[in-house]
C-alpha cells in the first residue's frame, strides 16, 4: 500500500479533513438530546469550521510556504487528530464548539497547502488529472463520513465516531511524515515544480525570505484570483443551500434515517465523480472554460427545476435533480483549482491565490442559505430562490468567460524579477 504515488497520499489528507465536517451532521441529533443543545447551537457546530477559513483563509495561505507545505499539511492533521480526540471526550456544547473552531484550522492548513504541494510533486503532463483527483476531496470526504457514521454510531456511539476519524487522521499524518519528500529545490526550467526560485540577477527566492504582506498584496492586486474566487463563491453557497435541503424532502417522502443516509452520502460523492471525471477530460484537452460553463447552465436548470417544481414533483425526480446540480457542480470545483495554479501571480502566490477562493467561499456558504430562509419567508415562494440561484450562475458563467478571455498568465522568468523584490522586500 506504501508502494503508492506520493502525491496519493495528500489528496487522502484532504478526503480525511473534509471526513471531520462530514461527521457532524449524522450525530446532530443524538447531541441535541445527549447535551441538550439547542438549534441554534446545533447549527454552530455545522457553521464554525467554516470560521477559520472565512476569517483566515487569505492571510493563512501567504504563510503557508513559509512554513513549508508539508509541515502545515502534518500540522493540520495533527490539528484534526487532536481535537478530534479531545471531542469524544466532551460533555458540554461549549468545548464542542472551541474544538470545532480547532478542526476548522486543521481543515484549513491541510487544503491550503495541498495544491501546490500536488503541483511540485506531479509531472506537468498528469497536473490537470491529479487536480481533479484533489478537487473531490470536499464530496468524496463528506460522503464517505456520512455514509459510514451511522454504522460506527451502532456500535460505538458518536464518540466511537470521533476516535475513528482522529485514528485516520494520524494514521495519514505519519505515512506523509514518513513518506512523501520535502520539496527543498526545484529546477526552474521544470516550471510545475519549484521550491527555490531563481531570479533574473541568478540569485535564488527562497520561500521562507518572502514578505508575506507583499505576498498577500500581489495575490489581491491580481484580477484573476479574484475571478476564480468570486466563480467558486457563486457555486459553493448554492451547493451547500441545496444540500441543506435534503433533509426536508426525506421527511415529506418518509425517507428513514438510514436511507437518508446513503442517499445524502451519495449525493455528495457524486461531486466528487464530477470533479475526477471533469479533470479527466481537462487532461484530454477540452478546454476548461467550455466545462465550468457547461457545469453552471446545469446547475442553472437544476436549481430552477428544484426550487420552482419541487412541490409538482415525485420523490424521485427531485432526488435526480439535486444530484445532478452535485454531479455537475463537480465541474466548477475542479476548473477552478486546476487553473488556480496557472492563474496565480507567481508561484509562491498559489496557497495565497487558494486562501483567497477558499475565503470567499466561506463567506458565502456562511451568508446564502440564511438569504434563502429570508426569501422564502418574505416571499411566501420558492420560486424566487431559484431565480437567485439562476442569477448566481450566470454570474459565473460570465466571470469565467471574462477569466478566459483576458490572457492573464502566470509571470515568467525574466517578469517575475521585480515581483521577487516585492516579495523579498526590497
Keep these: 500500500m506504501l508502494k ?5 497520499w495528500i489528496i487522502c489528507a484532504g ?28 447549527g454552530l457546530l455545522l457553521s464554525l469550521v467554516q470560521g477559520a477559513g472565512m476569517c483566515f483563509a487569505l492571510l493563512l495561505g501567504s504563510y503557508v510556504e513559509r512554513i513549508g507545505l508539508k509541515n502545515c499539511i502534518v500540522i493540520g492533521l495533527l490539528l484534526l487528530f487532536s481535537a478530534s480526540l479531545w471531542g469524544s471526550f466532551s460533555h458540554d456544547i461549549y468545548s464542542l464548539l472551541l474544538l470545532r473552531i480547532v478542526e476548522g484550522f486543521g ?61 485516520l487522521s494520524v494514521i495519514i499524518a505519519l505515512i506523509i511524515y514518513k ?45 484573476p484570483a479574484w475571478i476564480l474566487a468570486i466563480i467558486f463563491a457563486t457555486y459553493t453557497g448554492q451547493w451547500l443551500g441545496l444540500i441543506g435541503f435534503l433533509p426536508s424532502i426525506y421527511q415529506q417522502n418518509q425517507i428513514s434515517l438510514q436511507m437518508a443516509g446513503v442517499l445524502t452520502a451519495i449525493v455528495a460523492m457524486s461531486n466528487a465523480v464530477g470533479t475526477v471525471y471533469c479533470g ?15 457545469g ?53 502566490a498559489i496557497s495565497t491565490t487558494i486562501g483567497l477562493i477558499l475565503q470567499l467561499s466561506a463567506i458565502s456558504q456562511l451568508v446564502l442559505p440564511p438569504s434563502v430562509a429570508f426569501i422564502v419567508s418574505q416571499f411566501g415562494s420558492w420560486i424566487w430562490v431559484g ?18 478571455k483576458t490572457k492573464y498568465k502566470q509571470v515568467s522568468l525574466k517578469q517575475s524579477s521585480g515581483i521577487e523584490r516585492e516579495l523579498l522586500g526590497d
Excluded at 503508492?4 to 496519493?8: C, E, P, Q, T, V
Excluded at 461527521?23 to 445527549?34: C, D, G, S
Excluded at 431565480?387 to 478566459?404: D, E, K, P, T, Y
Design 4 to 8: 503508492l504515488s506520493k502525491d496519493i
Design 15 to 42: 478526503f480525511v479533513a473534509a471526513m471531520h465536517i462530514g461527521k457532524l451532521p449524522p450525530v446532530v441529533h443524538i447531541l441535541q438530546n445527549e447535551l441538550h443543545i439547542s438549534l441554534i447551537q446545533a
Design 107 to 167: 481543515f484549513l492548513l491541510v487544503t491550503l497547502s495541498a495544491p501546490a504541494y500536488i503541483r511540485k510533486l506531479v509531472p506537468p503532463e498528469q497536473i490537470h488529472k491529479k487536480m481533479g483527483v484533489w478537487s473531490a476531496y470536499m464530496g468524496g470526504g463528506v460522503g464517505i463520513a456520512i455514509l459510514i457514521s451511522p454504522y460506527l454510531i451502532e456500535y460505538f456511539y458518536w464518540q466511537g465516531v470521533w476516535i475513528f476519524f482522529a485514528i
Design 179 to 223: 513518506q512523501v519528500p520535502n520539496v527543498q529545490e526545484i529546477n526552474q526550467d521544470l516550471s510545475l515544480k519549484y521550491r527555490v526560485i531563481e531570479s533574473s540577477e541568478n540569485q535564488t527566492v527562497n520561500a521562507k525570505n518572502i514578505d508575506v504582506k507583499q505576498l498577500i498584496a500581489i495575490t489581491l492586486k491580481h484580477p
Design 280 to 294: 479527466h477530460l481537462i487532461q484530454k484537452g477540452i478546454r476548461p472554460k467550455y466545462l465550468i460553463q457547461i
Design 296 to 348: 453552471f447552465l446545469i446547475l442553472i436548470f437544476c436549481a430552477i427545476g428544484f426550487y420552482g417544481f419541487k412541490q409538482f414533483l415525485p420523490f424521485i425526480l427531485q432526488y435526480v435533480l439535486v444530484l445532478s446540480f452535485s454531479l455537475f457542480g463537480g465541474f466548477v470545483a475542479a476548473v477552478v483549482f486546476s487553473q488556480a495554479l496557472h492563474f496565480a501571480v507567481h508561484p509562491l
Design 387 to 404: 431565480v437567485l440561484m439562476a442569477i448566481l450562475s450566470c454570474c459565473g458563467i460570465v466571470s469565467s468567460q471574462v477569466l478566459f
